[in-house]
């Protein structure tokens, strides 16, 4: 009987390291994280039992699609690293954000312009690539998809085919360490989480506009995303919110972004997608109001869920959340994203991949972690 489990974590983005150490740190795992670009066929040994891809990036596509490997393969389904497929282009932009695209790629140049522009008649055609073509290739290398919310394995299904299968858990976030003060300081407005197309600003913006914000300000974090897209929403929250918007093109470390939302009371995520779940989690753990696309699996996730949140259609109603709703949805944080059912749902799945080699009555014994 195996006295450890060993797991390779391909990861990439560093600021979600802590994210899934908080998750896998259980006593039977032994986990090692690693850059896609560090991936080889000598690292893809049999010394590891599972293969995590945290997202799926260039390099960790070629690699599935080149080696042969002989362990189950599970893929952290975060939302862009399969939403950039051809099938969903424009799929989740809203009728401005969509004209804004494109107007942007022509004002970049001619071609740029007329390359959106047959994608936008043509979104087939993008999947013609070789990138996005090795994608959907690597998809049958993939044991188990991890999506951040049900839905979107659902919505990735009906556009391609999958043989893995699918199972649910999330990242146990850092915003349930005991010594962050979960309180909010302000009644400021946070809309969107990055530069991306997908966060629909401008509707928001035109909505905000038109509302009395008295003093409040309105942050709109633009640090990451399309780089043009983050010149231009913040030449037009300037200009349409002129006493009020105020946009963040910097990075933040996690305690300053989180100051920031502490300062807000509402929080309004525009997109039609799973999207910025780690934020949102933040939010929520905090106590601010929270407005979201209805036809987002979020949205249904968290309803189901029976968190107190709003539709981007009641947003008239600015009144911030009572305390007794705001205990409510903290607690629902815990419940639903708190380490305790994270890490029962971590050791389900690892019976899920593993089967017949893994077995309840595991041995403990603690296991840090390395990095290659």
């Known amino acids: ?220 974090p633009l640090s990451y995303g399309n780089r043009a897209n983050s010149r231009f929403i913040a030449s037009y929250a300037i200009k349409k919110l002129p006493q009020n918007a105020i946009c963040l093109t910097e990075f933040l470390s996690f305690e300053e972004y989180l100051k920031i939302v502490q300062s807000c009371s509402i929080v309004i995520m525009n997109h039609l997608r799973q999207q910025a779940l780690g934020n949102i989690i933040q939010s929520l753990a905090i106590g601010v109001k929270l407005y979201l696309q209805p036809s987002s699996s979020l949205y249904k996730y968290l309803k189901d869920n029976q968190f107190i949140i709003y539709t981007i259609e009641e947003l008239k109603n600015t009144k911030p959340l009572s305390a007794q709703e705001q205990e409510h949805n903290r607690a629902k944080c815990m419940e639903l994203f708190g380490k305790e059912l994270q890490h029962t749902k971590v050791k389900q799945l690892i019976e899920q991949a593993l089967s017949q080699d893994f077995r309840e009555n595991i041995i403990v014994k603690n296991a840090p972690f390395s990095n290659y």
């Open 1 to 220: 009987m195996k006295t450890e489990i060993n797991i390779l974590h391909v990861l990439d983005d560093k600021k979600f390291i802590s994210y899934c150490k908080n998750t896998f740190s259980l006593p039977y795992l032994r986990n090692t994280i690693t850059e896609s670009v560090n991936l080889s066929s000598t690292i893809l040994d049999h010394s590891f039992d599972i293969i995590i891809f945290h997202s799926l990036r260039n390099e960790s596509v070629k690699v599935l699609n080149s080696v042969s490997i002989s362990q189950p393969v599970i893929w952290f389904f975060w939302g862009a690293d399969g939403f950039c497929l051809g099938k969903f282009y424009n799929l989740f932009l809203l009728p401005k954000t969509k004209r804004s695209r494109l107007r942007l790629a022509f004002k970049n140049s001619l071609g740029n312009g007329l390359k959106t522009l047959y994608k936008s008649l043509f979104p087939q055609s993008i999947d013609k690539k070789p990138y996005y073509r090795n994608l959907i290739k690597s998809f049958g290398k993939i044991s188990i998809i991890v999506p951040i919310v049900p839905g979107d394995f659902e919505l990735l299904q009906e556009k391609y085919t999958l043989k893995a299968s699918s199972f649910h858990l999330n990242y146990v976030s850092p915003i349930f360490d005991h010594s962050i003060d979960l309180s909010i300081t302000g009644d400021n407005i946070l809309i969107g989480n990055s530069a991306h197309f997908t966060n629909n600003h401008i509707e928001i913006i035109d909505i905000l506009s038109k509302m009395n914000l008295g003093n409040r300000k309105v942050i709109v």
